[in-house]
């Protein structure tokens, strides 16, 4: 038993590490009440140290494991909607593009165009975006992990909150994960600014002017 403690407290998990301590203590009283007739009792008390310390140090680790990839998400999160938002409304639909995930979500240049001019029409120019919040998307899938984040952009015509959903995306050489858009949407008094176009809610493109009409009022 008290072997058992110890390959237990031996695994870098803390509630297992933990349980490992507990069956070393148990391990104790069984040995002292056998008068001798079983050994193990320094390892024993070895599995219950043990235990006690896998658990604070594993604990310690994922915990920083944990603020790690947090960051690392919230950095290529910001960084894609950056790049986006910031390229679109430069004529650099395709530059746009790189950031956005084509295979889950497919749009087409056209789409990032009509996107783009409107929200410059309406708010004008991207000057700085914040985090609010991430969580796991609820369509959450093993092999294509989603996230759903909610923003806070600020143009030049004042702040909006925009929510997005992402796909992580592994970095090569890394650790850490990279992201792509598959929605946006920016909320708006106006209406909100959504892609890809839902149905029934299609992007509106401003309305050209041509001199057709005045010549016509002016051959009447």
Request: aromatic share 4%; with cysteine; charged share 20%.
């Amino acid at each position: 038993m008290a072997i058992l403690a110890m390959v237990i407290a031996c695994l870098p998990c803390p509630p297992v590490s933990l349980l490992g301590s507990v069956i070393g203590l148990m391990a104790i009283g069984r040995i002292r009440q056998a008068d001798g007739k079983l050994r193990g009792l320094t390892l024993a008390k070895i599995s219950i140290v043990v235990g006690i310390l896998m658990s604070v140090s594993s604990l310690f680790l994922l915990t920083s494991l944990r603020d790690y990839l947090e960051d690392g998400q919230r950095k290529a999160i910001s960084e894609s909607v950056q790049i986006f938002l910031t390229e679109s409304l430069n004529d650099n639909a395709s530059g746009a593009l790189s950031h956005w995930e084509l295979k889950e979500s497919p749009v087409h240049v056209e789409d990032v165009v009509a996107f783009a001019t409107v929200v410059h029409d309406r708010l004008g120019s991207l000057k700085s975006l914040q985090i609010g919040k991430i969580d796991p998307a609820k369509d959450v899938s093993m092999l294509q992990p989603r996230l759903d984040a909610w923003l806070i952009l600020e143009f030049d015509q004042g702040t909006r909150n925009a929510s997005c959903q992402f796909v992580l995306v592994p970095v090569l050489g890394s650790m850490s994960f990279g992201t792509r858009i598959t929605s946006l949407k920016i909320e708006d008094p106006d209406g909100g600014l959504i892609i890809p176009v839902e149905d029934g809610l299609p992007v509106e493109t401003p309305p050209v002017e041509t001199g057709d009409s005045n010549d016509d009022e002016v051959s009447s």
